[in-house]
């Protein structure tokens, strides 16, 4: 067994790894201010960032460990993880020898309920990430955050920000305040397809829809998990609504959400569409089928089969072209590429996973 | 096949006017001194293609209403032995707790005078005010003792998780009568039917409803309900199915990292899903194709947990291929006759 876990390290080592997962964060609060207004400054000081959650300073199911983190993760000197850049290189970039890693900010600013305010939070996180991190780090590219929830807002900071090649995509959250397939959202996929930017969909999120259609969990356990399925009414909402049949060349990624369900999304959806396509006119081709066209998952939490060569099937299902390697660095869920697979993979479909399937969607040159 | 046993079929209530008989002085009354009717369930519109495969549907009529239709077409055609009807009405769904449970009664005793009386074939759950758990319990106590009374019904979606406390009075009750608690697709509509929010289309509804019972799941386990009630047999029913093996990876991976905040779980979920967890079998969302329906019967990892069913008259599949390709005899030997005699232990007595 420790033959099969070794052998992939050095092969993956020669790979130069892209990681499409990697989550920055700010010293503190005030590493924004540079780039805010008096008036933003002022607001966050007296009522702090308005969202949807019950408390005043944190999320609505405390996370198991501190910032979410590896317990190891923690910069000499006590800053967040994944606040200090030459941190993030030796535990991450230099030690798995990363070619490329993809930044996406997860702190608040892109579902802030005061509109004008969450478009001036994620236009200061779009400066900080080139300050504090790309322009130091050329293997780092960043994700242009948006308050999508304002349309109009979104593609001015798309516009302002595409010819940067500090940015590698357009970052979404899985939880939003209407399915991301309808039309308000439109204008966002219209600029991301425009520039053939990607659109990278992270899991999370809270915008006071109950987690489930029953209602609100007591626990981070099953609040995780769920958070599964917001990716997978994005994914039905994108398909269902005719966002890819609109956009042909839109490319989203789902990223941390999971994939083990992807194909069997696809054929419930197919196998209902058949009965209820009456509903849904716009739709030219099977749901799969556009979900194949346009879908792509990145790999971290790595799905772990009962038997682990189940998992050869579900990416046989899935297409070995539409997965893409991601460590999550620097949270609890982390996943080391020399250790994350359950089965093992040939050359070719390591180097698919752990690189080209990646380049082939990043402009990352 | 003549010893076949469907799990899930769907007599339909025509108008609220046929529960009236069954319904005390003042409901009676108020059901027609205020215009009430329409109470059919929005998860499955009278008119829509999943609540009537187009071969059974009758001009006038609203699916599932024709007793001598249902003998034909569900019993007769697939040669059942006995069939467990699961009436989909508003009941369920009501906000007033009290017309909940006069709707909910008055369709349990219709279901006994009408349809059990009329086919001994015919067994059924008894439907319960979900929104009034103690009312639920006594309408369980009410019907218990009807022995072709052999499950609970509840809706997969409601206004909270079925593992929190509020809802023990129903557990205890089902636990009492030895009956399997059926949690069945659907909402009551209470929360979004996402945690996006509100998709726009039906369809978009019905195949996220698969996901309530992973939600279902997580909660019944992480609050402990197995273990406060070992006996307790849950039945999910129209769920979908495959969603079942990629479900339990996740929930045993996400179970391993943080399972110190629920410690009263000390087993893996995949053990309390496969002891205490049984599925209908319609709809199967998977391919036509064999090789992939037996990866996925053997990634479920277990011949007890399905249970046959047709779905009558909810459009799942043409003609009599109510069971996808790829299922060897033994199993089907199991589904159809061994696991729904072993989850309904009611169904035994008449054989015996």
């Known amino acids: ?43 966050i000081a007296e009522y702090g960032k308005l969202g949807h959650q019950p408390y005043a300073g944190r999320n609505t199911y405390p996370r198991f460990m501190p910032n979410t983190a590896r317990r190891d993760a923690w910069p000499p000197g006590g800053a967040p993880p994944g606040s200090n850049l030459d941190f993030m290189r030796a535990q991450l970039l230099d030690l798995y020898d990363i070619e490329h890693g993809i930044l996406e900010p997860l702190f608040p600013g892109n579902l802030l309920r005061n509109l004008e305010l969450s478009a001036a939070v994620c ?24 308050p999508f929830e304002d349309a109009r807002a979104s593609v001015a900071e798309i516009e302002k920000r595409v010819r940067q090649r500090d940015f590698a995509q357009v970052q979404l959250t899985s939880r939003s305040t209407e399915p991301l397939g309808r039309p308000k959202y439109w204008p966002i996929f219209e600029a991301a397809a425009h520039h053939n930017l990607p659109i990278g969909l992270h899991i999370g999120g809270e915008a006071g829809f109950a987690p489930s259609a029953s209602g609100w969990p007591s626990f981070y356990v099953e609040d995780h998990h769920g958070l599964t399925h917001s990716m997978q009414c994005q994914a039905t909402s994108l398909v269902l609504e005719g966002v890819f049949e609109r956009f ?48 792509w998952v990145s790999t971290q939490p790595m799905e772990e089969p009962e038997r682990p060569e189940d998992l050869r099937r579900t990416i046989d299902w899935i297409g070995w072209d539409r997965i893409l390697f991601a460590t999550d660095y620097p949270h609890w869920d982390f996943d080391d590429p020399r250790h994350a697979f359950p089965c093992a993979l040939t050359e070719a479909e390591k180097r698919m996973i752990f690189r080209s399937n990646a380049e082939a969607i990043y402009k990352l040159d | 096949m003549a010893e076949t046993i469907d799990c899930d079929i769907h007599p339909g ?18 059901f027609v ?14 008119g829509s293609p999943i609540a009537c495969r187009p071969d059974w549907r009758r001009a006038g009529q609203k699916p599932g209403t024709d007793l001598a239709q249902l003998q034909s077409a569900a019993l007769d055609a697939f040669g059942a032995r006995f069939a467990i009807c699961n009436p989909l009405y508003g009941g369920t769904v009501a906000v007033s707790e009290t017309m909940g449970a006069a709707i909910c009664s008055a369709l349990n005793d219709w279901i006994a005078a009408e349809w059990l009386n009329a086919d001994p074939r015919l067994r059924a759950s008894i439907v319960v005010p979900a929104q009034a758990p103690h009312l639920a319990a006594e309408e369980i106590d009410r019907k218990a003792p009807d022995r072709r009374f052999v499950q609970v019904l509840l809706p997969a979606g409601a ?49 996220a409803g698969a996901q309530v019972f ?35 990876w996740r929930a045993i991976k996400t179970w391993r990292g943080v399972r110190a905040e629920v410690p009263w779980v000390k087993r893996s979920p995949a053990a309390y899903i496969r002891e205490h967890v049984r599925l209908t079998m319609q709809p199967f969302d998977a391919p036509d194709d064999p090789a992939i329906v037996a990866q996925l019967l053997e990634e479920i990892g277990s011949d007890e947990m399905l249970l046959y069913a047709t779905d009558w008259p909810h459009w799942q599949f043409e003609g009599e291929r109510a069971v996808p390709p790829g299922f060897s005899p033994a199993l089907l030997r199991r589904i159809t006759v061994d696991n729904p005699l072993a989850t309904y232990p009611r169904l035994q007595e008449s054989i015996a």
């Open chain 2, 159 to 207: 206004e909270m998780l079925y593992g929190k406390s509020y809802y023990w009075p129903i557990f205890e009750a089902a636990q009492r009568h030895g009956l399997p608690v059926g949690i069945h697709a659907g909402l009551m509509y209470r929360h979004a039917p996402t945690s996006n929010g509100w998709p726009s289309f039906h369809l978009h509804d019905y195949v």
């Open chain 1, 248 to 295: 042909p060349t839109l490319k989203v990624i789902m990223i941390e959400g999971g994939w083990s369900w992807l194909p069997i999304l696809g054929w419930r959806l197919d196998a209902h569409w058949r009965k209820m396509q009456s509903e849904v006119p716009h739709l030219k081709m099977p749901p799969s089928a556009y979900m194949k066209r346009n879908l």
């Open chain 2, 214 to 248: 992973e939600d279902q799941l997580l909660s019944l386990i992480s609050e402990g309900t197995f273990l406060r009630y070992p006996g307790l047999r849950i039945v999910l029913l129209e769920s979908g199915v495959t969603w079942l093996p990629g479900f339990i």
């Open chain 1, 123 to 146: 236009s200061a996180i779009n400066d900080w990430q080139v300050a504090a991190f790309t322009s130091q780090e050329k293997r780092l590219r960043a994700s242009i955050q948006i």
């Open chain 2, 33 to 46: 001194q205020r215009g009430m009717d329409g109470f059919d369930l929005a998860s499955y519109p009278p």
């Open chain 1, 1 to 43: 067994m420790s033959e099969v876990l070794e052998r992939p390290t050095d092969a993956t080592a020669k790979l130069r790894i892209i990681d499409s997962d990697i989550h920055p964060s700010l010293r503190a609060e005030s590493d924004l201010n540079p780039w805010l207004s008096e008036r933003w400054k002022k607001h």
């Open chain 2, 13 to 30: 209530v025509p108008t609220v006017k046929v529960l009236l008989p069954y319904m005390d002085a003042y409901w009676a009354d108020a």
